[in-house]
Every structure is written in structure tokens, then in C-alpha cells.
């Protein structure tokens, strides 16, 4: 699997970065000046200008070696979006991306913590631990953070799971952001991550997200196209790196999505 | 088409659109993200 490498921090951008979401719009001109439009959706694009600055010599191999493994603009690679969720439906368990254990019971329309009602309760009514999960198309051995706001007002626990690593928190009836961040080994091509809930717990989630970094950053909502962008390609032709000393390396990458 | 107050005078304009087929927004950090955007009203 071709991917855009982390940085050895764990993440996988600095800022500024610039992301433009294009769409085409389809427009004729009547003779009486009026006109018809059609969403192009063959148009569709996001595009990621990515400005890195301090990067080790290793750092900037990476970014090469994938630039020479894709014949700079030719190939295409995958890339998880530094500013995006990785899980897709963040607001509604009903989708089938998420896989959810036979003896979970799912309401929505919970109130949650921003004073909306988009969280759900989850239920274990099952004798053993059940899960709720998405899988994603990234790569098994990068660094992850799974997060969510979570409470429960009869004191169950929670499980954050990444693979089958995990953290577990006694929960409350406040509201409070838990996660599980770190890297598993392993080279495949997929990452599983959700949420593991004990016999009987019955707790309530709002805002579950995944990301590519150390730790939770800002909560972005999905729907049904998450982080995960599995044909992007390099813009340029070239790869300008500049070197600001023997270990600090700066170049700026313009990367689009074809899908 | 939506409807747009214009954050000026707050007079509701009917049948507008984005003038452009793309946004841009510039992040200098977390949850500081930067764009412009241009929103015409279409009297046709």
C-alpha cells in the first residue's frame, strides 16, 4: 500500500495547510439568458498544499521514496486527511460502516454536550463484551487516536479500542472526551478502531472520531466520506526541498484527490 | 439556490448561490481556518 508518510512525531501535517473542495458546475446559457445548471459530479476534487518545514533527512526520505514510487504525478497513493475524522458517520451508528455486536442496542437522539441531541446510547443487554467499529483503509502500523465524549449515569465503563489495544475509563454522568492514542504493529493495510462495551453497560457517545495523530484534535463531523482519500497524487513534477541545516528540511507539496 | 441575510443591513435575499465552484480555506492551526467565500443572488 502506497501512503503518505507520518512525520516522526506522530502526525501527519504541519500548518498552515491549505485544503480547497472543488466542484464543477455544469452551466448553459439560454438564448433568452437564462440559465440551466447540472452538478458535474466528475468534477468533484479536494486539494491538500501541504508547507513542511524542520523535517529530519528520515522524514524527508519517506516523503521522496514515495514520490519516487509514484513517478511524481503518474500513481496515485493514500492519504489521510490531517483535518478530517477517519471514521465516516460520526452521527449515525445506523449506517453500515458501523459494525456493531449482535447485543448492542443503539438509540439515537440522545442530548449532548454542545446542547444538540446527535448522541446515541448504547446498550449491552449481552452476556459478554460487544463492540461498535469501523474498519478504515489505512495503514495497521501508523499512529492512531481514537476519541469520544462519553458519560454514564449508572457508572458503566468504556473501552477505547484501536486494534486490540485499547484504554478503559469509568465513566460518570458529565460528559467528558476519552481516548486511546498510540501505534500497533503490524503492516497491513486496514485499522479497526471503535468502542467495547462491558455486560449490561449502558453509556451514551456523542462525537466518536479517529485520526491519524498523537492525540484529539478538534471534532469534525462526517458523513458518508471521511478522512481516508485512496487515489491522491503529487500536483508537480518536481520535489523542491530545501535544507535549512543537516537535519532540518522544508519543501512545499500540492497533492489532489482523483477521485 | 438558498436564502441569504446580508450580515449589513439583514435584508433576506432569495435564489442565491456560491459565485465559485471551489473554496479554499487556509488553516494557520487548529480550529483557525481562514476562507472567503462569495455568495451572488441569481435574478434569473
Same mark, same amino acid.
Given at each position: 500500500m502506497l501512503v503518505f508518510p507520518q512525520l516522526l512525531s506522530g502526525a501527519n501535517t504541519q500548518y498552515p495547510l491549505v485544503r480547497t473542495d472543488v466542484f464543477r458546475?455544469?452551466? +448553459?446559457?439560454?438564448?433568452?439568458? #437564462? %440559465?440551466?445548471?447540472?452538478?458535474?459530479?466528475? !468534477?468533484?476534487?479536494? #486539494?491538500w498544499e501541504l508547507r513542511?518545514? !524542520?523535517?529530519? +533527512?528520515? %522524514?524527508?526520505?519517506e516523503i521522496a521514496a514515495l514520490y519516487q514510487a509514484v513517478e511524481g504525478r503518474l500513481r496515485t497513493f493514500t492519504l489521510l486527511d490531517p483535518i478530517s475524522n477517519l471514521f465516516e458517520w460520526s452521527e449515525d451508528s445506523s449506517k453500515p460502516e458501523w459494525m456493531k455486536d449482535p447485543m448492542l442496542v443503539v438509540a439515537p437522539g440522545i442530548a449532548d454536550p454542545f446542547g444538540g441531541t446527535a448522541a446515541f446510547r448504547v446498550t449491552n443487554g449481552g452476556q459478554a463484551s460487544q463492540t461498535l467499529r469501523q474498519t478504515i483503509a489505512g495503514p495497521?502500523? $501508523?499512529?492512531?487516536?481514537? &476519541?469520544?465524549?462519553a458519560r454514564s449515569v449508572g457508572g458503566s465503563s468504556l473501552t477505547v479500542k484501536r486494534q486490540s489495544d485499547g484504554n478503559t475509563f469509568a465513566l460518570d454522568a458529565e460528559w467528558r472526551r476519552v481516548y486511546s492514542s498510540g501505534a500497533v504493529s503490524g503492516s497491513g493495510d &486496514? $485499522?479497526?478502531?471503535g468502542f467495547e462495551f462491558a455486560s449490561g453497560a449502558q453509556v451514551d457517545l456523542y462525537g466518536p472520531q479517529l485520526e491519524a495523530q498523537m492525540a484529539p484534535g478538534a471534532y469534525w463531523r462526517s458523513t458518508d466520506h471521511a478522512g481516508v482519500y485512496p487515489r491522491v497524487r503529487f500536483e508537480d513534477d518536481g520535489l523542491d526541498v530545501t535544507a535549512q541545516d543537516a537535519q532540518a528540511n522544508a519543501g512545499i507539496l500540492r497533492l489532489v484527490s482523483v477521485e | 439556490m438558498f436564502q441569504f441575510e446580508d450580515p449589513w443591513d439583514a435584508t433576506v435575499y432569495e435564489n442565491c448561490s456560491f459565485e465559485s465552484d471551489e473554496n479554499e480555506v487556509r488553516w494557520e492551526g487548529e480550529e483557525m481556518g481562514r476562507t472567503r467565500i462569495v455568495i451572488r443572488q441569481n435574478r434569473n
Open positions: 458546475t455544469a452551466l +448553459n446559457t439560454l438564448a433568452d439568458g #437564462r %440559465e440551466v445548471k447540472y452538478a458535474d459530479a466528475g !468534477g468533484i476534487a479536494t #486539494r513542511l518545514q !524542520g523535517l529530519t +533527512n528520515a %522524514e524527508w526520505a495497521t502500523g $501508523f499512529q492512531y487516536c481514537c &476519541s469520544v465524549w &486496514s $485499522f479497526v478502531a | -
